[in-house]
């Protein structure tokens, strides 16, 4: 990393509540390439909105069946230089990318987002990750925008998560009533080429987009390679938005500090996007 993209003020918020919304934002070009690359996966997957839509970067690695007509261009904005400084100016300097995600939600009748704490089943340990939600569309109150609990991330823990058997949710598995306070809650209302960036143990969810233009957003995983992403103990494999037993990993920064890998497995260079560090990559796993 050449210079700061976060400022002092920026890692302390993101220290204190959680989460935050950076200064930095995809603009012109790059703007225009993402909405694009939107409007083809929805054009070409209809029958995957309202729903996760898992790891166009890599298509093929889950059980969706995800159509992608250029999954370097996704790879490509999941490693955006600028992005990956910010995420290492909080998670350190060897960064693995492990996943990313489109979440649609249509105009009008976009389903609800149930208030949880992401890594329920993320086979990670220690459990680490920030996330990056890059809105490619408006994205506020009316049409079901994040929302987040402020300092929610402190106690570092998963909490009870109960199942809701309803269509009109994206996340059915919510956490439990008495695991925080939603009179605190924090709208992250975001204009296209914003991003929040959020701690995997920070509880949010979003509310039924009832506004009448789309609300799509591109996230980004990524953890410290200081831990373990444990392929062969990945739960609920056959699940759509899950499959983390066959989920590639790429390393985006740095080196393979962990470098627990199963048989003939391998953590895959980024080959395109990010800067490449100083340092190189050891043989490890993409079961890291």
């Not at 962990?258 to 796993?285: D, Q």
Request: net charge positive; glycine share 10%; proline share 6%.
């Amino acid at each position: 990393m050449t210079e700061s993209v976060l400022s002092p003020d920026e890692i302390a918020a993101y220290r204190r509540d959680g989460y935050i919304v950076p200064r930095f934002r995809l603009e012109g070009d790059e703007l225009a390439g993402l909405q694009q690359a939107v409007a083809d996966l929805v054009e070409d997957n209809p029958t995957l909105l309202d729903q996760s839509i898992v790891a166009p970067h890599v298509p093929g690695s889950g059980v969706q069946g995800v159509k992608v007509r250029r999954p370097d261009y996704w790879k490509r904005v999941a490693l955006h230089p600028r992005i990956v400084d910010m995420v290492e100016q909080v998670v350190g300097p060897d960064i693995v990318l492990w996943g990313t995600t489109l979440f649609y939600k249509r105009a009008l009748s976009g389903p609800a987002t149930g208030w949880h704490r992401d890594g329920q089943v993320w086979p990670i340990k220690p459990l680490a990750t920030t996330s990056v939600w890059i809105a490619a569309t408006e994205s506020t109150a009316r049409n079901g925008c994040l929302r987040m609990i402020p300092g929610s991330h402190a106690a570092q823990r998963i909490g009870e998560h109960v199942f809701e058997d309803r269509k009109d949710m994206i996340v059915r598995r919510s956490l439990a009533r008495d695991e925080f306070d939603e009179s605190t809650a924090v709208d992250i209302e975001l204009e296209p080429g914003q991003m929040v960036m959020f701690d995997v143990y920070t509880v949010h969810g979003a509310t039924h987009n009832r506004g009448d233009v789309p609300r799509a957003g591109y996230a980004l995983r990524f953890m410290p390679s200081t831990s373990h992403f444990d392929h062969d103990g990945a739960e609920r494999r056959d699940e759509p938005g899950y499959a983390h037993d066959t989920r590639p990993l790429f390393l985006a920064r740095g080196r393979d500090v962990c470098g627990r890998g199963r048989s003939g497995a391998r953590l895959l260079p980024a080959r395109e996007g990010g800067r490449r560090r100083r340092r190189t990559a050891r043989s490890g796993g993409r079961g890291r």
